[in-house]
T-cell receptor, first 113, second 112 residues
Framework: GDSVTQMEGPVTLSEEAFLTINCTYT??????LFWYVQYPGEGLQLLLK?????DKGSNKGFEATYRKETTSFHLEKGSVQVSDSAVYFC????????????FGTGTRLTIIP | NAGVTQTPKFQVLKTGQSMTLQCAQD?????MYWYRQDPGMGLRLIYY???????DKGEVPNGYNVSRLNKREFSLRLESAAPSQTSVYFC???????????FGSGTRLTVV
């Protein structure tokens, strides 16, 4: 069935470091892919998305490219800030018609000054 | 503000008690969802409603019931709460697989 596997956390980086959080998916066909972010004590917010192969989603300095050949959607940011500390979730919605959003387990990111 | 509204934000129940979590959206979305979030397990789908008048089981439906009262509202009921249902519950809504979902701010439920 459809699933999402993402990099285990927690991840701790220094401010201005480069960030990569790996995400791979298993799906029938070509799903839509998403990264959500959850700040402490809050709900989930959509960070970025990509709906077809080779699409690049971007927002707030974060980027992720839909790679069909490697079934991946890795999240990257060139220079992280303390305010980026949060839990990041990779997710997919398959094109099988059920419209269900399937999540990875989440990666907790902490940025230290 | 437009979006998804969940009530209550916090709740403590005793084992065996019942309660209903409320969710309402004002974005005219067709689909609504209930998830639970547990440490190390991400978000797991409990139930969803693809349109008004329909509901379907998700990954972890046991111990829960839902009602899609109208297009705006989708409630989650625990008939006899158990400690294993201690979790944070999120409601979400959406219209298109290409746009993703909008989430509420969550209900933190503790069953003692």
């Amino acid at each position: 069935g459809d699933s999402v596997t993402q990099m285990e956390g927690p991840v701790t980086l220094s401010e201005e470091a480069f960030l990569t959080i790996n995400c791979t998916y298993t799906a029938t066909g070509y799903p839509s892919l998403f990264w959500y972010v959850q700040y402490p004590g809050e709900g989930l917010q959509l960070l970025l998305k990509a709906t077809k192969a080779d699409d690049k989603g971007s927002n707030k300095g974060f980027e992720a490219t839909y790679r069909k050949e490697t079934t991946s959607f890795h999240l990257e940011k060139g220079s992280v800030q303390v305010s980026d500390s949060a839990v990041y979730f990779c997710a997919q919605i398959s094109n099988s018609g059920n419209e269900k959003l399937t999540f990875g387990t989440g990666t907790r990111l902490t940025i230290i000054p | 503000n437009a979006g998804v509204t969940q009530t209550p934000k916090f709740q403590v129940l005793k084992t065996g008690q019942s309660m209903t979590l409320q969710c309402a959206q004002d974005m005219n979305h067709n689909s609504m969802y209930w998830y639970r979030q547990d440490p190390g397990m991400g978000l797991r789908l409990i139930y969803y409603s693809a349109s008004e008048g329909t509901t379907d089981k998700g990954e972890v439906p046991n111990g829960y019931n839902v009602s899609r009262l109208n297009k705006r509202e989708f409630s989650l009921r625990l008939e006899s709460a158990a400690p294993s249902q201690t979790s944070v519950y999120f409601c979400a809504s959406g219209n298109s697989r290409d746009l993703g979902y909008t989430f509420g701010s969550g209900t933190r439920l503790t069953v003692v």
